[in-house]
């Protein structure tokens, strides 16, 4: 009977190919190289996490060398985004359904290396100047479902937000919440003057001016007769 000295070579998919990390790895999560295609996925069950991690991984390891983070942190319970020094190993962030209600200046900018980024379902209210006074841009963006509020201050953020173009997803689906007058308008659809019109006001301001004019024009009748 012949027995082969040799190990049998079974083929695997690429795919199927994956390496398990446990160092560094968040509390609760998952962290898990592909070398088939260099992602490192770093996967937190929702309300896992409290805010970012501070550290991860090297995403180079183990070989091959080259990695870049695949962030999957939806369903988050953070309320504050800060800029990480990952974020320029990161090709993908999603931050989705958490509740993220300030994102920092430093990590707006910082985002920008990032090719996928996912802010939708947020708390957002409003975003900052700098967005257009930088020239802040990005490769793809989510950031329907937030709360914005469409006040005079924010009148920039429309043509920001079409200055991305295709890098905004959904963006008829990026809505005002607030001033009543503009709730559910999509905010790309609107123009600078939309954000501070009050309607309200100036429907008070024309019935001020027109009862005076009524009013004078009744007692001229009235002189006539």
């Given amino acids: 009977m012949f027995v082969s000295m040799f190990p049998q070579v079974v083929n695997v998919p690429l795919d199927r190919l994956v390496c398990e990390v446990t160092e560094l790895c968040p509390l609760g999560c998952t962290c898990t190289k592909r070398p088939y295609n260099h992602s490192f996925e770093v996967s937190c069950p929702p309300a896992t996490l409290n805010g970012l991690p501070r550290h991860l991984p090297n995403p180079n390891e183990p070989p091959p060398r080259y990695g870049r983070f695949d962030l999957r942190f939806g369903g988050s319970d953070m309320k504050f985004l800060e800029s990480r020094d990952y974020f320029v190993d990161t090709v993908r962030l999603d931050l989705s359904r958490s509740q993220i ?19 939708s379902g947020n708390r957002l209210s409003a975003l900052p100047s700098l967005l257009r006074t930088e020239n802040v841009t990005f490769r793809w963006i989510a950031l329907h479902g937030n709360p914005l509020r469409c006040d005079c201050d924010q009148r920039w953020l429309a043509t920001w937000l079409r200055s991305l173009g295709g890098a905004l997803h959904r963006p008829e689906s990026v809505i005002c919440r607030s001033p009543d007058w503009l709730e559910h308008r999509s905010v790309v659809s609107l123009q600078s003057d939309d954000f501070c019109r009050n309607p309200d006001r100036e429907r008070l301001s024309f019935a001020f001016k027109v009862r005076p004019h009524c009013r004078l024009t009744v007692l001229r009748a009235e002189s006539l007769r």
């Fill in 101 to 119: 209600e300030t994102v920092t200046d430093d990590a707006w900018k910082s985002l920008q290396t990032v090719e996928r980024v996912d802010l």
